[in-house]
């Protein structure tokens, strides 16, 4: 019985930590907006834009996964919230890129963007400033 418990709550935590292609281009534009309707989360999307009905069940299952609240807006739409900020979930994704391809390493991660990557003078200043900070931070 508790077993039973515990896999029902990793599967919950799983299912929430998952988001489709198509759910994280929603969340992004739900991100942006801070709230919306199925429309105005449309309006925003690129060219060809999916079919009303594509993004409603896109809202469902994201509410499923609690990513999202609705509450009653005008008329007899619903209007979305987000229920996880953007930062905790580009957290989550980053930590498990770090962890799955990276060894769990910044270096290893920062190592493979400066070999696969163009950097600009610009940015390997920002970098080093960033490193310097963190440095004085200790």
């Known amino acids: 019985m508790l077993s039973n418990l515990i896999i029902h709550i990793i599967m919950q935590k ?63 739409s619903f209007c979305y919230h987000p229920t996880v900020r953007k930062a905790d979930y580009a957290r989550r994704v980053l930590q498990s890129t770090l962890a799955g391809y990276f060894n769990g390493s910044l270096v290893q991660l920062v190592s493979f963007f400066t070999q696969h990557e163009t950097l600009k003078a610009e940015e390997i200043e920002e970098l080093n400033q960033i490193i310097e900070e963190a440095k004085a931070g200790e």
């Open 14 to 76: 799983k299912k929430q930590l998952d988001l489709t292609r198509g759910e994280e281009q929603i969340m992004q534009i739900l991100w942006q907006l801070g709230e919306g309707n199925v429309n105005e989360i449309i309006a925003k999307m690129e060219e060809p834009k999916p079919a009303y009905t594509t993004v409603a069940t896109f809202m469902k299952i994201l509410e499923e996964k609690d990513f999202v609240a609705r509450k009653m807006g005008g008329g007899r």
